[in-house]
RNA sequence: CGGGGUAUAGCGCAGCCUGGUAGCGCAUCUGCUUUGGGAGCAGAGGGUCGUAGGUUCGAAUCCUGCUACCCCGACCA
């Protein structure tokens, strides 16, 4: 591509709406443009980059078996009302009305879509398995859209759904799946972690994440320093190794006026947090409330605590007056001592001895507090985040805390949508069954913006090579003046052309230097630059986006250059 | 949905307090010079000041409603 032929729009100035430097670099780029919140066009450029990453995507998927389908986007709700989700989804599910005053939705997913095909189409276990995928234009009305395209509210995604006569099968192709999903994010050079993670309200026995790693992650991932163990901050499982030590203090009652949080206690008595119990009064499911007990260093895990049974779904903090008839104060001074409602604590929160908690009753709590001697034994579950040093739950080691961008999502769907849609096939005896399905998601263009996010410095965008919008620059200095320049610019356009690379010529009459701003900030990998003097020497300059330093190489060596890289 | 903020040329901003014919930088266009790290000079074009109403002789500026967008939080199969 010749750069006087193609559409490049670079800005100086950072537009003042974006924060992070995926949004910021792709604005500057040129790569996308807003038309509203949430909403975004793709410019020639920035398809280039998308069109590279979806090519990975169907060669992957069509390596693993899948088959590649197109569903509408607009979807009529009657399939919604069958699998329960019109009334379930809330606003987040934008909804249309056509002239016939029928009602339709944007699909945020495909599940209802696919399974419909599916019912229709599946007659015998002969048939299967099956893997159908799509790469579409989805819309989910997010509450706050931000970030750019990584978290926009019309996005394109690839989503796959399997279907499988048993688990045993399923598991079968959620493995093929996981290996699909890592040969592609190899494939772009991205530095990724797949991590155990809550499966949501939809349920379902396996669930896998892929996270990109990035300081700007809106997710907590967490990994141990030692074997394989990682998981999602909602599900990774806090342990406690220690055991409980011997009581050595009475338990005592002190006046602490004004003091409501844990870091007012700490404050108060001159001691850490991690000394002192707080409590937490939620709405149970047979109870009207019940407490969570966590050490006061620790933080509730919400996810976790609405999967007990012993509390009411979806989670609902007590609100004054029931935490008023429960533990006859007011929320700060709450401690389970006394309470006559069941108590769950954290595994860390039940080691602790002579404790500090609040005391049930307004401006007091009570140091030296025992389990067992002073406060019935709780019900141990885990009910916490973890933190950075725990305990690995699966063996040696301690965990780790990093940030991580979602941009790949799979998992075990079950007979969730079969059951509520009647989606059957004949087994080998004859009998109707149940249909299995998975579910296998990718973020098209969250990959674009965390590809960015993780490969990006002062001067603009490094694409990894595989997703970049072009791979090679060819920079021609002074080329308006200079024949041979430009004969040997023209030469080495049309050798790369011709050898397959993806070239973009820059022929604009541009000053070098700006040129080369230009070419850094939309981050082409491979730079060549052809001038007077190095032509003199049967020489060209080469530098790599990555490297700091550019290197003056032979002619002929261009393309064993390329090769290397 | 709660809290905060912004809206003036394609982008970044000033002007508003204290009302009086709309300005700066970048970008764009023309010409000349320049050409290895966002060139210089000369000239030019481009704005219903988000929108509707009000106050006033006169409103970008003061008042009210509305809308859009951004930030923090809640939310996010």
New binding site residues.
Partial sequence: MRASQFHLS???????????AS?QLML?GGYIR?L????YSWMPIGIRVLRKIEAIVREEMNKAGALEVLMPSVQPSDLWEESG?WGK??P?LLRLTDRHNREFCLG??H?EVITDIARRDIKSYKQLPLNFYQIQT?F?D??????GVM?SREFI?K?AYSFNIDEASLQHSFDAMHKAYCAIFDRMGLNYRAVEAD????GGAQSREFHVLADSG??AVVYATHGDYAANIEKAAAVCNTTRAQATKEMQRVDTPGVHTIDDLAKHLQVDASLCLKTLLVVGSEEPVVALVLRGDHQLN?IKVEHLPEVAE??TMADAEQIKAAANCDAGSIGPVGLNIPVIADADAACMSDFICGANSNDQHLTGVNWERDVPQPIVRDIRNVVEGDANPTGEGTLKIVRGIEVG?I?QLGDKYSQAMNATVLDENGKPTMLMMG?Y?IGVTRVAAAAIEQNNDD??IIWPMSIAPFEVVI?P??M??SDAVKAAAETLYQELSDAGVDVLFDDR?????????????IGIPH?F??????LANNE??Y?ARADSE?S?IAYDQIMSKLVSH
């Fill in positions: 670079t800005t100086r100035e950072t537009p003042s709406d974006a924060e992070i949004h500057r807003r509203g919140s949430g909403l989700r989804f809330g987040e945020p997913t599940e989805k989910r997010e509450t706050r859209p931000r970030f978290r995604m989503d499966s949501g309200s939809i809106e997710d919400e979806p989670l999502h998992f579910c998601g001067k603009g920079c200095v002074n308006v003046k009459p541009l000053r070098p230097g700006a040129m080369f701003t230009d070419m850094e900030l730079r630059v052809i001038s007077d003097k190095l060209v300059e530098r550019s003056v």
